[in-house]
């Protein structure tokens, strides 16, 4: 599966984003897409997944009620829609994907989300 992150940019304090990941070279029926994101000095950390099929969706906490992921089958791409920006959000996010259970083995490239105060 190859993925390509998009839709990053500068922002400010309570503007909404919209990312976007395309998907290409397998169907992603099996697949969990997932959105990660890495701030500056800081590890990587889990922020959401839809599961393709159900279009069943998980959060982290931190962004539950400000962010919602999607996902159109048409287009293989998933959608990480963010709202109530805080600086906080700052980050580079990925998309990846997870085969049937297993752990996000493929990664795009990331897009930089800057948000400012």
């Known amino acids: 599966v190859q993925l390509q992150a998009s839709g990053g940019g500068l922002v400010q304090a309570g503007d909404s984003l919209r990312l976007s990941c395309a998907a290409s070279?397998?169907?992603?029926?099996?697949?969990?897409m997932g959105w990660f994101r890495q701030a500056p000095g800081k590890g990587r950390e889990f922020v959401g997944a839809?599961?393709?099929?159900?279009?069943?969706?998980t959060y982290a906490d931190f962004v539950k009620g400000r962010f919602t992921i999607s996902r159109d089958k048409a287009k293989s791409t998933v959608y990480l829609q963010m709202n109530s920006l805080k600086p906080e959000d700052t980050a580079v996010y990925y998309c990846?994907?997870?085969?049937?259970?297993?752990?996000?083995?493929?990664w795009g490239q990331g897009t930089l989300v800057t948000v400012s105060s």
């Open positions: 070279g397998r169907t992603l029926s099996y697949y969990a």
């Open positions: 990846a994907a997870a085969f049937r259970g297993e752990d996000y083995n493929y």
């Open positions: 839809v599961y393709w099929s159900a279009g069943a969706t």
